[in-house]
T-cell receptor, first 109, second 112 residues
Framework: KNEVEQSPQNLTAQEGEFITINCSYS?????LHWLQQHPGGGIVSLFM???GKKKHGRLIATINIQEKHSSLHITASHPRDSAVYIC???????????FGKGTKLTVNP | DAGVTQSPTHLIKTRGQQVTLRCSPK?????VSWYQQALGQGPQFIFQ???????QRGNFPDRFSGHQFPNYSSELNVNALLLGDSALYLC???????????FGPGTRLTVT
């Protein structure tokens, strides 16, 4: 079992829909990251969380430390949101990030 | 302010050859981490460099080695290339023990 599990693996939505991507992890962490990767490879950091909730524009990220679970929400989804969304955790006392396999989101017009 | 840059963008090598990938960190950052991302998978941590020393290493063989220069830029070297080394190699920079990592665009390595 991977240390970081994401669901779903693939997600197709219609423009305007509310999107939720989930991330569960099995290790103690000091921080959790949500990242966006477009075709071609470049990765952009969306959020870094250690507790609670963060919001940036149409994106909202939450984390429940006790349940070892985080969610990324996209409100009023748009075709330009189509990308792979990756959850990564930084284990306590470690410098490295451990990544999930990603969720491929396609938003159709 | 330039972000993280990597070179080359794409590279094709033959099995058994050696390759060197390069990374320049975001201005002000002193730490470089390298990741390997196979097709359809999440990135996997290779190693991290700070103060020209390897500080932490993931589960990669000794064929993977690195270097950090005084200007904080870094190289990733892979010897005796295998077909399975074909992947996107990502570099990320940060402050040492800082939580925020900034990723470069990656180098796509194809081994034939």
């Amino acid at each position: 079992k991977n240390e970081v599990e994401q669901s779903p693996q693939n997600l197709t939505a219609q423009e305007g829909e509310f999107i939720t991507i989930n991330c569960s992890y099995s290790v103690g962490i000091s921080a959790l990251h949500w990242l966006q990767q477009h075709p071609g490879g470049g990765i952009v950091s969306l959020f870094m969380l250690s507790s609670g909730k963060k919001k940036h524009g149409r994106l909202i990220a939450t984390i429940n430390i006790q349940e070892k679970h985080s969610s990324l929400h996209i409100t009023a989804s748009h075709p330009r949101d189509s990308a792979v969304y990756i959850c990564a955790v930084r284990q306590g006392g470690s410098e490295k990030l451990v990544f999930g396999k990603g969720t491929k989101l396609t938003v159709n017009p | 302010d330039a972000g993280v840059t990597q070179s080359p963008t794409h590279l094709i090598k033959t099995r058994g050859q050696q390759v060197t990938l390069r990374c320049s960190p975001k201005s002000g950052h002193d730490t470089v981490s390298w990741y390997q991302q196979a097709l359809g998978q999440g990135p996997q941590f290779i190693f991290q460099y700070y103060e020209e020393e390897e500080r932490q290493r993931g589960n990669f063989p000794d064929r993977f080695s690195g270097h950090q220069f005084p200007n904080y830029s870094s190289e990733l070297n892979v010897n005796a290339l295998l077909l399975g080394d074909s992947a996107l190699y990502l570099c990320a920079s940060s402050f040492y023990r800082g939580y925020e990592q900034y990723f470069g665009p990656g180098t796509r390595l194809t081994v034939t």
